[in-house]
């Protein structure tokens, strides 16, 4: 199925067969940013493979096709470049990034990468769908559905496991979890352990 014909007519994502997506996704590298530029793959792997991306331009997407590009947090990128179902072409130094460069370059950029990627790929595993949680002051916001289909039921943030928090900082985690309805969940990289905070007046 070509661009042209994607543009011509309205996409059914249900009608696809395995020859209209790659076995690997093109994406690029552009300024610490990894972009599907493609709709039809950018649509696909949200819509079918669990929500991964966010298309541009798009606060709430829709489980259908979408004709805007998107874009991989780069915790997202690893595990699916991780997974052989992405390449990743850097555009600057014009070559396909090895999982090795990838890492190296992600660690640059983003702070607690390994971290965070350890929680998000247990997630994974667990069947949760874990995307970015940052409007609500935390590293994940989690999914057992995922987004558009149920409202999330924690959040997640992860912390060193020489980490401290302090009560105050508790206390606010705590009140932003309970005005969203959410759960609010420190999760420890180290030992891939999680811990529940529920709130209640005595």
Known sequence: ????????????????????????????????????????????????????????????PRLEYFSK???LSLIEAYYLIKKGRISIYDVKEERELSIKDFHKKSKQIHDKFEEKYEIYNDLRLKGYIPRPGLKFGADFVVYKKGPGLEHSPFIVHVLYHDSKIGAIDMVRAGRLATSVRKKFV???????SYYFFEWFKP
């Not at 590298?29 to 079918?48: G, Q, W």
């Not at 420190?186 to 891939?192: C, E, K, L, R």
């Open 186 to 192: 420190i999760a420890n990289p180290s030992t891939i």
């Open 69 to 71: 590009p998107s874009e």
């Open 1 to 60: 199925m070509n661009i042209e014909k994607q543009e011509r007519e309205k996409i059914s994502l249900d009608d696809l067969d395995k020859s209209d997506i790659p076995d690997k996704i093109p994406t690029k590298f552009i300024n610490s940013r990894v972009i599907v530029f493609n709709p039809l793959y950018a649509s696909y792997l949200y819509a079918k493979e669990k929500f991964f991306g966010a298309p541009l331009g798009i606060s709430k």
